[in-house]
């Protein structure tokens, strides 16, 4: 589904380059749970991006779902992202002066869904989160794990093949963290892919295969069978001296 190779990119800074991803390579196939980890300004939100097509490469190829994403134009690329893609913030990015129904119906109303029919389906979407008797609520008045989840069923809403989360869990406390990785899991057994970027071990082990970035290349990839060895070897490299 998702077929990287030899990907690039770089950033202006000034007069200079910051070249960040230094030639990727990676298959991702339908209905796999991967996390991509790496260190801060390893380049993870850079990969992502380019996944999510919210970002162009400058060498290699990225085949989604068979099209090579590329010199396409912007509106060809919105197109594809709302077609395939839903996406997940570490800060929510909910709109604070609406409520949570609202927030959640936001996708359709940009399809041109008149509002009786994007209400009854934010609803429906809210439910399944559990979430129903906070749909009239505003963001301001709702915990960091409902916030996240508000977010999730707006990304679901629009029916994604995949959906790209970056640092989901990094503005909550570890039991929320993993609630929402349960309701991540949950998506991605309903046969969704999911992709998320996380800096923290535990979180990624409850993936199926972790891809850790270092340096611009990828460093490691570790499959679901491998995971008890690196929960093994990283818990004692977490361990404080
Ligand atoms: P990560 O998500 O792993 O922390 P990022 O992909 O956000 O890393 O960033 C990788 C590097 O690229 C960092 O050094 C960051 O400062 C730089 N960077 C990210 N986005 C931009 C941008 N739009 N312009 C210039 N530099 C950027
Ligand atoms: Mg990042």
Redesign the pocket.
Known sequence: MIKLNDIHKS?E?GSSK?H?LKGIDLDIHQGEFVSIM?S???????LLNILGILDNYDQGSYHLGGKLISNMSEKKAAQLRNEMVGFVFQSFNLISFKNAMENVALPLYYKGVNRKKRNLMAMEYLDRLGLKPWAEHMPSEMSGGQKQRVAIARALISKPQIILADEPTGALDTSTSYEVMDILREINESGITVII?THEHDIAAMTQKIVRLKDGRIDEVILNGELADFRTRYSKEMQPA
């Open positions: 950033y800074m910051l960040v790496g801060s300004g390893s380049g993870k939100s850079t970027v």
